[in-house]
């Protein structure tokens, strides 16, 4: 008997008696449409490629997390901080737009939240915070905890030297303009809100502030404090550098044509018509 024809009989006699030989076919085997059988099905990768997933697929968690898995393999994401690269496109462009409707409320966000449990998930570095994240005052509080860490804020003074520049390059752009019309100050305010600001020692007053006579001579109490000015004579002394360094530049040059005897003359013109007992020390 040559070599084939003994191959041939030995085949023929694993089959059962009754049993045709199974046809060769390439064709995969068909998705059973119970949804319980999804997550056993070596082919579910490619469920969503074929238009609508049948119904219920998307109920089962390992599904969701199937899907997930091939996007962050299609869109290169490598590690948890990749992720925040994710937008609602993402899925729309790779037939999950039913499962983020469906499952998550077309968040993107929800998603992860489910994908990757265990990672602690900062808003703002998404492309754009959740639709009404800043509203709430805890997430504020979160924003500034973590902006602080990011520009090595240590005590409270240190936050006089934040700008608008550090909130729009740290994902915080849309939060300071929505919430504190683009205040640093406002912002810094209202997450330390007990430390008594001075508004004049950050790197801007806000708009129209030295208009306010209060605001000018509560610079002028604070300066003549600090520089210790108890004596109208004392306070002709006063020069230029004094405002300039002291954070009074701003008052000294747009108030008072960059006179330092204008600023002392008006502010102790206002002192004397005070009552008494309202009035700071100051010495004929």
Request: proline content about 6%.
């Amino acid at each position: 008997m040559s070599t084939m024809s003994m191959i041939s009989s030995n085949y023929r006699s694993t089959v059962p008696h009754g049993f045709a030989n199974p046809p060769v076919t390439s064709t995969p085997p068909a998705i059973s449409r119970d949804r319980n059988s999804y997550v056993r099905n070596s082919d579910t990768e490619q469920v969503w490629h074929r238009g609508r997933v049948p119904a219920g697929f998307w109920d089962v968690a390992e599904n969701r997390k199937s899907y997930m898995q091939w996007l962050g393999r299609k869109l290169g994401f490598h590690v948890p901080h990749d992720w925040y690269a994710l937008t609602k496109r993402n899925f729309d462009e790779n037939h999950g737009a039913g499962l983020l409707a469906l499952k998550y409320n077309a968040s993107p966000l929800a998603a992860l939240q489910e994908f990757l449990p265990h990672v602690h998930w900062k808003e703002w570095l998404f492309k754009s915070a959740p639709q009404g994240f800043w509203k709430s005052p805890g997430n504020r509080r979160r924003y500034m905890r973590w902006l602080a860490r990011e520009l090595d804020i240590r005590q409270t003074e240190d936050w006089y030297r934040v700008s608008k520049c550090d909130f729009h390059s740290h994902h915080g752009g849309g939060f300071l303009s929505n919430v504190h019309h683009d205040s640093p100050i406002a912002a810094v305010r209202e997450f330390e809100s007990a430390y008594p600001w001075k508004e004049w020692l950050f790197l801007s007053v806000p708009k129209n502030f030295w208009r306010r006579a209060d605001n000018r001579f509560a610079f002028m109490n604070w300066l003549g404090e600090k520089l210790q000015l108890t004596s109208q004579q004392a306070w002709k002394s006063v020069s230029k550098q004094d405002f300039y360094v002291n954070g009074g530049g701003g008052l000294l040059a747009n108030y008072y044509g960059d006179s330092p005897a204008n600023a002392v003359q008006e502010y102790l013109q206002a002192q004397e018509q005070k009552p008494s007992g309202l009035r700071p020390t100051v010495a004929a």
